[in-house]
């Protein structure tokens, strides 16, 4: 079983920056393709970013192309998202997400373990 913590959101104005964090515990997530989801009110989850398990592939959503910046640290058993540029239509409640396969995966019923999310708010 695999634990997931978000941390690094909050409030912030177009065009300002946030790092997101996602601290795994349980067992190592070196073999686990990640990646990271969004959910804004009224909307469906979406997938934002996701990485092979050894960081060698990445994919991103068009909206976020270019902005954000999805990275890995498997000794810390870390996975991250750098948003700059944000605008106000990237916010939403933000998920980490844990696939027990290898390759990136975009589906949310490919993802296994979930974590409790961590509110992005962007004003204008």
């Known amino acids: 079983q695999v634990q997931l913590v978000e941390s690094g959101g909050g409030l912030v104005q177009a065009g300002a920056s946030l790092r997101l964090s996602c601290a795994a515990s349980g067992r190592s997530i070196s073999t686990y393709a990640m990646g990271w989801f969004r959910q804004a009110p009224g909307k469906e989850r979406e997938i934002v970013a996701a990485i092979s398990w050894g960081g060698q592939r990445t994919y991103y959503v068009d909206s976020v192309k270019g902005r954000f910046t999805i990275s890995r640290d498997n000794a810390k058993n870390t996975v991250y998202l750098q948003m700059n540029g944000l605008k106000p239509d990237d916010t939403a409640v933000y998920y980490c997400?844990?696939?027990?396969?290898?390759?990136?995966?975009?589906?949310?019923?490919?993802?296994?373990?979930w974590g409790q999310g961590t509110q992005v708010t962007v004003s204008s």
């Open positions: 997400a844990a696939d027990r396969t290898f390759t990136i995966a975009t589906l949310t019923s490919e993802y296994d373990f």
